[in-house]
């Protein structure tokens, strides 16, 4: 597609149920981040997948989250167990890396809200 | 020590102005430097990439960086309100590692 798309835009939810935020890179980006960003903070790195490589999980905050990406294209973020705390934006972002010159377009979001 | 810092502002320039904004960094093997631009409620978008010491210069926009002193900063010329905006400093250690962003500075520009 044009850019990185995202859904849903907004998901308001009970705390304790799972929620999965879609992310569709930009055709032909070979790596796909994760990153949040609460009220008023910067973006915090979740996750990232490079090509075929195995990902980059580092940024996950706890085992309630997970993600994965089928077919080097569509990714999913799975938060299970939803908490208050989870609230924040989920930015997907995705870019085509040429060595370390790879510049990340990124999605408009989802915005979670866990009642 | 954070990995990328920045003055979270805000930073108030008239119009017309230069604004300037710093962004300092600890890891030395840091390779390659991003400034995004926020609007509020909006994603963040790419403004300026630099990966060599000294000056890139594009139309009122000119990144500076120096790796011996861990900084890079992103001067804004002729400063227009419609530049008010969340300006996040990002870099990337190696080709192979996610961007790791600033919190941001927050910049308005007063009419």
């Known amino acids: 597609g044009a850019g990185v798309s995202q859904s849903p835009s907004n998901k308001v939810t009970e705390k304790g149920k799972d929620v999965e935020l879609r992310c569709d890179p930009i055709s032909g980006h070979t790596a796909l981040y994760w990153y949040r960003q609460s009220l008023g903070q910067g973006l915090e790195f979740l996750i990232y997948?490079?090509?075929?490589?195995?990902?980059?999980k580092s940024g996950l905050p706890s085992d309630r989250f997970s993600a994965e990406r089928t077919g080097g294209s569509v990714s999913t973020l799975t938060i299970q167990r939803t908490q208050q705390e989870d609230s924040a934006v989920y930015l997907c972002?995705?870019?085509?890396?040429?060595?370390?010159?790879?510049?990340?377009?990124f999605g408009e979001g989802s915005r979670l809200t866990v009642l | 020590q954070k990995e990328v810092e920045q003055n979270s502002g805000p930073l108030s320039v008239p119009e017309g102005a230069i604004a300037s904004l710093n962004c300092t960094y600890s890891?030395?093997?840091?390779?390659?430097f991003f400034w995004y631009r926020q609007y509020s409620g909006k994603s963040p978008e790419l403004i300026m990439s630099?990966?060599?010491?000294g000056d890139k210069e594009d139309g009122r926009f000119t990144a500076q960086l120096n790796k011996a002193s861990q900084y890079v900063s992103l001067l804004i010329r002729d400063s227009q309100p419609s530049d008010s905006a969340t300006y996040l400093c990002a870099l990337r250690n190696s080709g192979n590692t996610p961007l790791v962003f600033g919190k941001g500075t927050r910049l308005s520009v007063i009419a």
């Open positions: 630099i990966y060599s010491n």
């Open positions: 890891d030395r093997v840091s390779q390659s």
């Open positions: 972002a995705s870019s085509l890396m040429r060595g370390n010159t790879g510049e990340l377009f």
């Open positions: 997948f490079q090509g075929n490589s195995a990902p980059d």
